[in-house]
């Protein structure tokens, strides 16, 4: 089995006397790129705050690759690469001179790992160039050559595509990918882009209230559910719509132009359209509405909004 690069055990964080943190604990593996959501105040900056070891934990502990982020501090953030929202950047430099002053502070970053992480961002042809020129998702595959310089085990990014355009945000996205893929890091991602987080992780932890809700995969968290989206397509969804709520008055069926739609179970579809068709409502098609990760995310968590 493989070992996990980050293991969060029975963390909790009290703050003036209330726990921010409850009793957290997950695991992240080589080479997945793990999304971690919350609504606003649910503790997931704290959570990542205490990962890097920017503030201490109440109970529990965080381990990097073995190292105890409290015991052997040197030890963990030495395998951790990380990026808040925008890098900063000397802009009167080039890409490659800001490298090489943040390597000088690394120890052993040879001058061939400088160039490996440039060609690996895709950075090659504009990094003697200076940083002023940079578009932002250039600033922002810049920002990931520094955060990989020292070789981590883990890339911490939060909102990695704050800004960008759509073309910007999949090229980042594919970045990513590319990096958990090719170097084998564990990459946690912190979004408000839930379309994003949905096409960029391969599994997702979803924490409210400082409690851990669960992890999942993508798939498993969207599709596990054993009901289904299905929806209707009728010629009169007025009628169509009263006749269903009385026949079945605990359902919620809602109306989308000429469309009836409602969770149901699998066995419970044609039992729907024989009350339609037997009242004369003609049904023209039947579809199943796959549950995107903000619809997902959105009812576990009561509505809140994410952050």
């Given at each position: 089995m493989t070992t996990p690069v980050v293991s969060i055990k029975n963390v909790s964080k009290v703050i003036k006397g209330k726990k921010i943190i409850d009793n957290l604990s997950f695991e992240i593996y080589p080479g997945e790129v793990f999304g971690f959501l919350g609504p606003n105040g649910a503790g997931k900056t704290t959570t990542i705050r205490m990962i890097v070891g920017l503030i201490s934990m109440t109970e529990g502990e965080v381990l990097i690759k073995g190292n105890n982020v409290a015991k052997n501090?040197?030890?963990?953030?030495?395998?951790i690469g990380a990026i808040v929202e925008n890098p900063e950047m000397y802009k009167f430099l080039t890409g490659y001179q800001n490298l090489i002053h943040y390597a000088r502070m690394v120890n052993s970053v040879p001058k061939e790992r400088i160039d490996e992480v440039?060609?690996?961002?895709?950075?090659?042809?504009r990094i003697h160039e200076k940083v002023k020129t940079y578009s932002l998702g250039m600033r922002q595959r810049l920002g990931l050559a520094q955060a990989l310089l020292h070789s981590p085990s883990v890339l911490i990014l939060d909102e990695p595509t704050n800004g960008l355009d759509p073309a910007g945000i999949r090229e980042i996205r594919d970045y990513i990918r590319k990096l958990a893929r090719?170097?084998?890091?564990?990459?946690?991602?912190?979004?408000?882009?839930?379309?994003?987080?949905?096409?960029?992780?391969d599994r997702i932890g979803i924490i409210q209230n400082?409690?851990?809700?669960?992890?999942q995969t993508v798939n498993d968290f969207i599709n596990g559910q054993q009901e289904l989206m299905i929806r209707f397509l009728v010629d009169q969804s007025k009628r169509a719509l009263e006749i269903l709520k009385e026949k079945w008055p605990a359902y919620t069926f809602g109306v989308n132009g000429d469309f009836i739609e409602v969770s149901l179970e699998k066995?419970?579809?044609?039992?729907?359209?024989?009350?339609?068709?037997t009242n004369d409502i003609n049904v023209f098609a039947i579809s199943q509405t796959a549950k995107s990760l903000e619809d997902k995310f959105l009812e576990v968590t009561g509505g809140e909004q994410i952050v």
């Open positions: 501090f040197e030890g963990a953030i030495s395998e440039v060609k690996l961002v895709g950075l090659t042809e090719e170097e084998g890091l564990a990459v946690i991602v912190s979004s408000h882009l839930l379309s994003e987080m949905e096409l960029m992780c400082g409690k851990l809700i669960g992890v066995n419970e579809i044609p039992q729907v359209n024989k009350a339609l068709v």
